[in-house]
């Protein structure tokens, strides 16, 4: 079983990335995808619920620090998840995971600053 954050990177203020992670090994289209993140000083147990989709696609949810700003997507013939992150601002500086079910990524760095 793996998943596999990419897509993280150094981006100015205003700035864009978008994340993929690539599921194998299980029934990824079957669960919901979630991002969160870990933001610097903070342990991982206390990381931030981002953005979750369901199974198909139909259903997102997002915290409020993002909603407006990052859109959460799924290609489930692919087996992937992404998120489309606009408008980046310094806070959202993290270590950036994917989860479905009780599986998790390696994480990807994101670093917002000028």
């Known amino acids: 079983v793996h998943l596999v954050e990419s897509g993280g990177g150094l981006v100015q203020p205003g700035g864009s990335l978008r994340l993929s992670c690539a599921a194998s090994?299980?029934?990824?289209?079957?669960?919901?995808g979630t991002w969160y993140r870990q933001a610097p000083g903070k342990e991982r147990d206390e990381s931030e619920w981002?953005?979750?989709?369901?199974?198909?696609?139909?259903?997102?949810g997002y915290a409020a620090s993002v909603k407006g700003r990052f859109t959460i997507s799924r290609d489930n013939a692919n087996n992937t998840l992404f998120l489309q992150m606009n408008n980046l601002k310094p806070e959202d500086s993290a270590v950036y995971y994917c989860?479905?079910?009780?599986?998790w990524g390696q994480g990807t760095q994101v670093t917002v600053s000028s």
């Open positions: 981002v953005a979750e989709i369901a199974p198909g696609g139909g259903g997102t």
């Open positions: 090994g299980f029934g990824f289209s079957a669960f919901v």
């Open positions: 989860r479905a079910s009780k599986y």
